[in-house]
Antibody, heavy 121, light 108 residues
Framework: EVQLVQSGAELKEPGESLKISCQVSGYIFTNSWIVWVRQRPGKGLEWMGI????????RYSPSFQGQVTISVDKSISTAYLQWSSLKASDTATYYC??????????????WGQGTRVTVSS | SYELTQPPSVSVSPGQTARITCSGDALPRKYAYWYQQKSGQAPVLVIY???KRPSGIPERFSGSTSGTMATLTISGAQVEDEADYHCDSTDASGTHRVFGGGTKLTVL
């Protein structure tokens, strides 16, 4: 069974750094892209960026370029999303998902359960 | 930047047909994908490549495209279909993926 398991909820203060994770199982990690998606409370989905674990090729939405960093650790089949300095506006649930195939434009067929990040002083 | 436009809400009675639209200039050339998201849950893929249904998705879910509009149709909507539905596609250059704003489907 293909699974994407995300790290737990986080409560942080503005200015702090954070790295959340998405560990996959049930398929070959390097054969699909991993996408990160933001969902602010009561709002829609926002495409943040995507990474190919095979060679770490990464693409960011213009809205998120320079605001976050996406990375992977192939040795433990895990993708990461990190911030160097959080803002209150980063409060959201973050989802990872995989592409069905190695094609970057393919569908997102399996999703993680989401990580809720709250940034508040 | 590229945008996909969905109606904020659609409401139908149980057994009726629900149609949720998604408009975008690149849709004639790029696939549309649809995701169902129930309250407090992660999204689930219900339609891929405009009109294909993943295994396990009920036959009442179907997709179509015409020009710059993609449509998700739920034939004989049921109460358990009440959810937010999000369309997803790529801009004309194929570089950036975008989600629509989401449509809240009410079945009552």
């Amino acid at each position: 069974e293909v699974q994407l398991v995300q790290s737990g909820a986080e409560l942080k203060e503005p200015g702090e750094s954070l790295k959340i994770s998405c560990q996959v199982s049930g398929y070959i990690f390097t054969n699909s892209w991993i996408v990160w998606v933001r969902q602010r409370p009561g709002k829609g989905l926002e495409w943040m960026g995507i990474i190919y674990p095979g060679d770490s090729e990464t693409r960011y939405s213009p809205s998120f370029q320079g605001q976050v960093t996406i990375s992977v650790d192939k040795s433990i089949s895990t993708a990461y999303l990190q911030w160097s300095s959080l803002k209150a506006s980063d409060t959201a649930t973050y989802y990872c998902a995989r592409t069905y195939s190695a094609a970057v434009g393919d569908s997102y067929d399996v999703w993680g359960q989401g990580t809720r990040v709250t940034v508040s002083s | 930047s590229y945008e996909l436009t969905q109606p904020p809400s659609v409401s139908v009675s149980p057994g009726q047909t629900a149609r949720i639209t998604c408009s975008g200039d690149a849709l004639p050339r790029k696939y549309a994908y649809w995701y169902q998201q129930k309250s407090g849950q992660a999204p689930v893929l219900v339609i891929y490549e405009d009109n294909k249904r993943p295994s396990g998705i009920p036959e009442r879910f179907s997709g179509s495209t015409s020009g710059t509009m993609a449509t998700l149709t739920i034939s004989g909507a049921q109460v358990e279909d009440e959810a937010d539905y999000h369309c997803d596609s790529t801009d004309a250059s194929g570089t950036h993926r975008v989600f629509g704003g989401g449509t809240k489907l009410t079945v009552l």
